[in-house]
């Protein structure tokens, strides 16, 4: 199985790229389940197993040092406790465990960790960042990866990955794997299409624009029977490959995928460090886990900005910077110093961290046209969730939007620090107690471009796999 992916790898895209892959170590996966409520968690090993292709990632660069994410997870040697790998994501989890249901119940979440199979036993460690901001382990597990219990065989692959952009080796690039959700056999050529459309806006916008060669772009779909995928709140239930749906959380423009063990046994047969899946849908939606996945409605107008914004959240941490839209989560109440790189708290201005982009004389906070904001939309929101109760045409919704874009682009054109960077209060879901960058950027509102520190924060992931562009 091993080498006939390989061989595959070779035919669809460059000798070179297989023979790069070939010496490699495999890739190990770790499957859990992460369950608990607001309160608590526990973890539980579920499986181990060795993915069909080898390690896409760079062996010289086996540390994040980026300081992103709830968790992270450290794989060391179970001899010497010598630290061999580590990288920092969040989970689906961790969502939820900020949602009011969490209060009431506990619920378990399938997981998985991914690295570079080692030679020897290794201890897996979970950490979780805690209320000081720093990381604490959470859970430990020995892993053998010859022990025989591990699983090795693997079946064919469910449908062959489609090279959508492969600019070099794996090992030297950040891999992106798009998967397709809801396309039924007749539908696969308006996926690969879509892949291609939204990868070309993609590195259309900077600082993608400007890093486009350290990046590959693989597709892959696996056929479903129905066309589209679930959306419970209107009774439209299909079984999609990968079980993304909308309404997660209750909210209805919200799309995720629960099912984790599906997603993790289709997505390797490609390489790949990113996934971002689109729906075969055109209602507005999607959704961004950092360093699991991000998904964006496919045929929706809008899908440009979806593909874009959902996976700032995916690939890079980038908070949600808008606050008047209705969220699944809580407000807990303490406004701590935010781990993502584009909100901050504001504890200490003199050491904001995106100061060196706050041209002297700008005042922190920065004033913005923040009460006529916040009026026109709060009048806006109730259109949006009218149309949506009434379930009236997308297309209805989609001009609302445009309106909308257009009525805040209008109301800041005139404002005195419309193209500075300061800090705006009103960000990551919070009217107050939160400050953004920039008075719009993609991660506020349906703009078209990532502020300076959006695009500094994605530069860094960027780095991290595949390099400074400084060096090369």
Known sequence: MYRSILRLLAAWAFPALALAQATQPATVRLDYIHSGNALSEQYAIERVLIEPLPWPGD??????????????????????????????????????????????????????????????????????????????????????????????????????????????????????????????????????????????????????????????????????????????????????????????????????????????????????????????????????????????????????YLFVHEFGHHFAGLADEYYTSPVAYQSSGARMEPWEPNVTALRDPAHLKWKKYVQAGTPLPTPWPKAEYEAYSRAYQKKRAALRAANRPEAEMNALFRDDLAHTNALFAQARYRKAIGAFEGANYEATGYYRPAMQCIMFDRSEQFCPVCQDGISDIIDLYAGPASKR
């Open 59 to 304: 062996m010289a660069r086996p540390f994040d040092d980026t300081n992103r994410g709830n968790n992270r997870v450290e794989v060391a040697d179970a001899k010497t406790g010598d630290l061999l790998y580590s990288r920092d994501f969040s989970t689906v989890f961790g969502e939820w465990k900020s949602t009011a249901e969490a209060n009431t119940l506990s619920r378990g979440f399938h997981e998985s960790v991914r690295f570079p199979k080692p030679d020897r036993p290794v201890r897996v460690r979970i950490l979780k960042r805690d209320e000081r901001n720093q990381f604490s382990v959470a859970w430990s597990v020995d892993v053998d990866p010859d022990a025989q219990d591990v699983v090795r065989a693997q079946g064919p692959a469910p449908a062959k990955p489609i090279p959508i952009r492969v600019s070099g080796p794996s090992p030297h690039k950040v891999d992106l794997l798009v998967l397709g959700d809801g396309y039924t056999q007749a539908e696969m050529p308006k996926f690969e299409a879509a892949v291609r459309r939204l990868a070309q806006h993609l590195f259309e916008v900077s600082p993608f624009k400007e890093r486009a060669n350290d990046f590959n772009v693989w597709a892959l779909a696996v056929p479903t029977q129905e066309s589209g995928v679930s959306r419970p709140s209107t009774g439209v239930h299909h079984a999609s490959a990968l079980g993304t749906r909308y309404d997660i959380f209750g909210s209805e423009r919200y799309v995720l995928t629960l099912d984790n063990r599906a997603l993790r046994d289709i997505a390797q047969y490609a390489p790949y460090e990113f996934i971002e899946i689109l729906v075969n849908n055109d209602t507005y939606g999607g959704g961004g886990i950092f360093g699991q996945f991000s998904t964006a409605a496919a045929n929706n107008d809008w899908a440009n």
